[in-house]
C-alpha cells in the first residue's frame, strides 16, 4: 500500500513531476482534511476550488487529428479522478502534481460567460463549433454549486452559436431545457463517455464519476429530447475493459445513441508512471501484461505522441479493436445518421444599450 492512497480518489501517488526540475514533493498532510484517520487507514481528501481570472475563455488548436479547432474548459482539474485522464500533466504548470492534486486542487473560472460574450462579439469572429470537454468535464460535481457550465450554454443558446458537449456525468440532463432547444436548431450534440459496465471496474477507473447506468440512462433522456447523443468508449484498456467492447455498443444503441466511438489509452507525460501504479495497487496479477499491450499499441512506448497514431492506435492488437468495434457498430446500426452542426444560425451578441431599444 502506497501512503499516498486515499478512499474515493483515482490516483494512488501525488509526486510532483520533474518534467521541470522541481522539488519532488511527498505526501506531508497540509492538503489532508482535517478529519482523524478511519479504521486505520488515511484520511480523506478535501476538495479545494481556487478562482481564477483568464483574459480568454476560448481555447484553440491547430492538431490534425482533432475533430475541433476551439474549445471551451470552465475548470482545471477534475474531481472524478479517472486514472487514465490525459489531461493531468496539466497540473504540472501549476507546481501541483498531477496525480491527487489534480483530482482534489481545481480551479474555476467564474467569468467564463462573460469572456465568452466579448469574445463572440468581437468583429471577425469566425462561427466553428465550441467542443466542451475536451481537458476536464464541464458537469464534474462541483459545477452543481458553480454552474459555470450553465451560464455558457446560455450564452451560446442566446446566440445561436453550435456546441458539442463531453462528459462522464449525467448531470448534463440538469441542462437539457438548453440543450433541446439548441438542438431542434441543430446547434448541440452530446457524448456520453461510457469505459466499462462493469461497476467494480468503473469505480476503480472513475471513483467520482457516476455509474455507468446513470450514463446511460442520461444518453435516454438526452436522446427522447431530441438531442442528438453518442457514446464514447474512451479509453479502452487493454487487459481491462476491452472485453467489453461489443457490449457497450449494444448498450449505447439501446439507450438510443444515434453513435459511438472509441479510444485505446493514452499515457502522456506523468500519466504514465500513475497507471502503472495504479495498475500495481488493483491489479498487480496482470500489470506486467496490461503495459505490454499498451506498449504493443503505442510502437513499443508507454505512450505515443504522434498524430493520427496517438488515436487510433499501432499493430495487431489496434486492428483487432477496430474490426471488433466496427462489425458492433454494424450488428447495432449507429454511425449511419450523420448530423452536422449549423453555423449559419449566428447572432453576436448585443451590447447593453441596444437591448434597450
Known amino acids: 500500500m502506497r501512503p499516498d492512497v486515499r478512499p474515493g480518489r483515482g490516483a494512488p501517488e501525488n509526486r510532483t513531476p520533474t518534467r521541470f526540475n522541481l522539488k519532488v514533493r511527498e505526501a506531508d498532510g497540509d492538503w489532508l482534511d482535517a478529519r482523524e484517520e478511519q479504521d486505520g487507514g488515511a484520511p480523506p481528501l478535501r ?32 474531481e472524478h479522478g479517472c486514472i487514465y485522464c490525459f489531461a493531468r500533466p496539466t497540473h504540472a504548470y501549476h507546481d501541483l502534481s498531477p496525480g491527487l492534486d489534480f483530482e482534489s486542487r481545481l480551479f474555476a473560472k467564474p467569468d467564463a460567460a462573460k469572456l465568452l460574450r466579448a469574445e463572440l462579439g468581437r468583429r471577425g469572429y469566425q462561427v466553428r463549433p465550441i467542443a466542451m470537454g475536451t481537458n476536464t468535464d464541464p458537469y464534474q460535481p462541483i459545477e452543481a454549486k458553480w454552474r459555470i457550465t450553465r451560464s455558457i450554454l446560455e450564452v451560446l443558446a442566446e446566440t445561436r452559436h453550435p456546441v458539442t458537449i463531453t462528459t462522464k456525468s449525467d448531470r448534463v440532463t440538469r441542462d437539457i431545457d438548453i440543450l433541446a432547444q439548441m438542438a431542434a436548431q441543430g446547434l448541440a450534440g452530446v457524448a456520453l463517455s461510457v469505459t466499462s459496465l462493469t461497476p467494480a471496474i468503473s469505480r476503480t477507473l472513475e471513483p467520482r464519476a457516476p455509474a455507468p447506468r446513470k450514463r446511460l440512462a442520461a444518453v435516454r433522456r438526452l436522446a427522447d429530447a431530441g438531442v442528438p447523443t453518442y457514446v464514447s468508449i474512451a479509453p479502452v484498456v487493454p487487459g481491462i475493459t476491452d472485453d467489453e ?102 447572432e453576436p451578441p448585443q451590447g447593453d444599450q441596444l437591448r434597450l431599444l
Not at 47 to 75: A, C, L, M, W
Not at 278 to 292: C, I, N, S, T, Y
Open 47 to 78: 476538495t479545494s476550488v481556487t478562482v481564477e481570472h483568464p483574459k480568454t475563455i476560448i481555447s484553440r488548436n491547430q492538431s490534425p487529428d482533432v475533430g475541433f479547432d476551439r474549445s471551451i474548459n470552465p475548470y482545471r482539474g477534475c
Open 245 to 346: 467492447l461489443e457490449e457497450i455498443v449494444a448498450a449505447a444503441a439501446d439507450a438510443g445513441a444515434i453513435g459511438v466511438f472509441f479510444l485505446p489509452v493514452r499515457l502522456p507525460f506523468e500519466v504514465a508512471p500513475l497507471f502503472r501504479a495504479w495498475l500495481d495497487e488493483h491489479f498487480p496479477d496482470r500489470a506486467g501484461k496490461v503495459m505490454h499491450i499498451i506498449q504493443s499499441l503505442r510502437g513499443g512506448r508507454d505512450n505515443d505522441p504522434d498524430f493520427f497514431t496517438r488515436m487510433r492506435g499501432k499493430g495487431p492488437w489496434a486492428a483487432l479493436l477496430r474490426t471488433r468495434f466496427e462489425r458492433a457498430v454494424k450488428a447495432h446500426g449507429l454511425n449511419i445518421e450523420k448530423r452536422p452542426l449549423r453555423t449559419d444560425l449566428f
